[in-house]
């Protein structure tokens, strides 16, 4: 793995960052305390090329590689952490797997406009009764003989959907291929298939619930999506029926690298703002970046973030020579996850009182810096997959 980014790379990041600072981090508190989407700037990020940082320019994209994306994610994150999952979404879970998995007709349908930031995709795998067991998902699309060829009849629900509430085209996983008695929640592992669907916003039948009222993350909205009798036809099935669980977990390969990355910008937006403040605030007639004590959070935070951020290149730097990255990613996704939390509270009690304020950003931080050990597999789902990699052969 090379350290030394190159020309693109760093121009990305640096773009990234300027934008972040002079047009994200000034309004995250406003955003945070309204829970209001982002608009003007999922426009501006559009136009930088951040909705689709790893998509070739044919297809809409910024044509970069992983890292990149990673850099990228790590500076919008900073800036707003609502914004980053905003960003790594659309990226990751949406464009990435139409990319990888589309045929050329779904790319230029489905793909595009999405990779360009006009359109704005997301990921339906939870449900209600289905999180970390994946595979034991209760939707269920039926493939019927129709006027002009077969179609499917898509039933069912999936919550806490990321961008669910302002997305075009959601990619729904279903069961297509269930034995004789079973049931959602039957864990039927091998047994039954899944299939992975384009849907769009409109089709009849797809309806969405309001969004989500959450700890952190505000203006990032989630809901919960209905699909009653949504008629589909193979035009819409990614990757090829019976392959959907595969897409899925291919899919969160890459997307777990995007998770790490948000978690990796608010941790270090709290680190930066607790460097700021130690140098500032006097205590015992002196600043309190004087005290050992408060010397010593702030060289592990810093010796934290830079572990987290090594990891997430190595990652990176896999899915870019195309090699499987699973256990790297979830490696990397875990550390950083656990990590922001661990830096957001010690940067909290490097503030005192005022960490605890509603008037300052780092009570935001550590609210948001929560999530990232919970969505796109728990912290004890990264395990899982971590101790199968290090138990296999
Ligand atoms: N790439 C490709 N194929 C894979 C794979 C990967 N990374 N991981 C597994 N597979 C394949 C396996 O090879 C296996 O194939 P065969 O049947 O041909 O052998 C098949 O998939 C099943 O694999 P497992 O037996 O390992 O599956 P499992 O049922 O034991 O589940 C799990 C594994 C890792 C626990 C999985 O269920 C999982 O990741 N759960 C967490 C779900 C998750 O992360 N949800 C996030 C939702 S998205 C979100 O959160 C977005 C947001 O809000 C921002």
């Not at 009849?204 to 999506?225: Q, V």
């Not at 690298?257 to 607790?274: P, T």
């Not at 503030?351 to 509603?358: D, N, P, Q, V």
């Amino acid at each position: 793995m090379d350290l030394e980014l190159t020309e693109e790379q760093r121009m990305i990041r640096d773009t990234a960052r300027e934008f972040a600072k002079a047009e994200v981090e000034p309004k995250a508190k406003e955003l945070d305390e309204k829970g209001r989407w982002p608009t003007e700037i999922l426009a501006k990020m559009a136009e930088l090329g951040l909705m689709g940082v790893g998509i070739p320019t044919e297809y809409g994209g910024a044509g970069m590689d992983a890292m990149s994306y990673a850099l990228a994610m790590e500076e919008i994150s900073a800036g707003c952490a609502s914004c980053g999952v905003i960003m790594s979404v659309n990226n990751s879970l949406y464009c990435d797997p139409v990319y990888k998995f589309g045929t050329d007709a779904q790319k230029e349908r489905w793909l595009t406009p999405y990779a360009a930031g006009k359109k704005l995709g997301c990921f339906g795998l939870t449900e209600p009764m289905s999180g970390s067991d994946a595979q034991t998902m209760g939707t269920f699309a039926e493939r019927v003989p129709g006027g002009n060829g077969d179609k499917w009849i898509l039933n069912g629900s999936k919550n806490w959907i990321t961008n669910g509430p302002h997305a075009d085209t959601v990619i729904v996983f279903a069961i297509t291929d269930k034995p004789e008695g079973w049931s959602p929640g039957a864990l039927n592992k091998g047994k039954v298939k899944h299939t992975a669907f384009l849907v769009d916003a409109g089709t009849k039948g797809w309806t969405r619930e309001k969004p989500d009222e959450k700890m952190g993350i505000h203006a990032a909205h989630s809901c919960t999506l209905f699909f009653e009798n949504v008629e589909l036809s193979d035009e819409n099935c990614l990757g090829g029926a019976g392959n959907g669980f595969k897409v899925a977990m291919a899919t969160l390969d890459g997307g777990r690298i995007g998770i790490a990355c948000q978690a990796l910008g608010i941790a270090r937006a709290a680190y930066e703002k607790a460097i700021d403040y130690a140098k500032e605030r006097k205590s015992f007639g002196v600043p309190i970046a004087s005290h050992q004590a408060i010397q010593f959070m702030l060289a592990d935070m810093a010796t934290e973030l830079d572990a987290a951020r090594l990891l997430i290149w190595r990652a990176a730097s896999l899915k870019d020579k195309g090699q499987r990255h699973t256990s790297e990613s979830a490696i990397a996704k875990l550390f950083a996850s656990e990590m922001a939390t661990r830096v957001t509270h010690k940067a909290i009690q490097i503030f005192g009182g005022y960490g605890y304020s509603k008037e300052y950003s780092l009570e935001r931080h550590y609210r948001d810096a929560r999530i990232t050990e919970i969505y796109e597999g728990t912290s004890e789902i990264q395990r899982i997959v971590i101790a199968a990699n290090a138990l296999k052969g």
